[in-house]
């Protein structure tokens, strides 16, 4: 009998040599990521502007409504006094009554104010509704806040230079800061 050596497996071959990342590599990474961060920041901080802006009409318009339906249950008659208290019934949510952007640490910072022509009054009295302000983004933060729109508004909008304002025939819609202050400007 012949004596057979041993069968022998050819070895395995050796794992592959890891490179370690060099200081050129990890700048260029670096540098990639800063271009895309620098390029995509504004995209991303317009977009949650815009939210904001969206948000706040939608508030507005709401508000609006629940002053028109308090209007008609009260013979076209608008709120005296206290009209967030007077239109929650409508309304049944008090985020509504407040502007995103409003720093709201207490619970007291709202940003809307109700025209103070409109206290009181009755809508029919009004000859233009659709140029008539009911509701308005303002400087003045506290609840159940009343202004003239010309006096009472944010300077400059907090919305990237516009403010939201409502009308007595119930449309809203967001106005540059520049075009409220020559329309209702500041007396």
């Not at 794992?15 to 260029?28: F, I, N, W």
């Not at 013979?75 to 007077?86: H, L």
């Not at 019934?89 to 502007?99: D, L, Q």
Request: charged share 20%; aromatic share 10%.
């Amino acid at each position: 009998m012949d004596h057979e050596e041993p069968r022998r497996w050819p070895e395995p071959p050796a794992p592959p040599q890891k490179k370690a990342l060099t200081a050129t590599d990890a700048g260029c990474v670096i540098m990639i990521v800063c271009v895309l961060a620098a390029v995509l920041y504004p995209v991303f901080a317009v977009s949650h502007t815009s939210s904001h802006q969206s948000s706040c009409l939608s508030n507005v318009k709401q508000v609006t409504l629940a002053l028109m339906m308090y209007a008609q249950d009260y013979d076209d008659r608008m709120p005296r006094w206290k009209w967030m208290d007077s239109t929650y019934s409508y309304a049944k949510n008090w985020e509504i009554y407040a502007c995103q952007v409003v720093k709201r640490d207490d619970e007291s910072g709202y940003g809307y104010a109700f025209e103070r022509s409109l206290v009181g009054r009755h809508t029919t009295e009004v000859k233009k509704p659709a140029e008539q302000p009911l509701v308005f983004e303002s400087s003045l933060l506290y609840k159940n806040a009343t202004a003239q729109i010309r006096t009472g508004l944010m300077r400059p909008g907090r919305h990237s230079g516009s403010d939201i304002v409502s009308f007595l025939d119930g449309h809203a819609r967001p106005f540059d800061t520049g075009i409220l202050s020559t329309q209702w400007p500041p007396r």
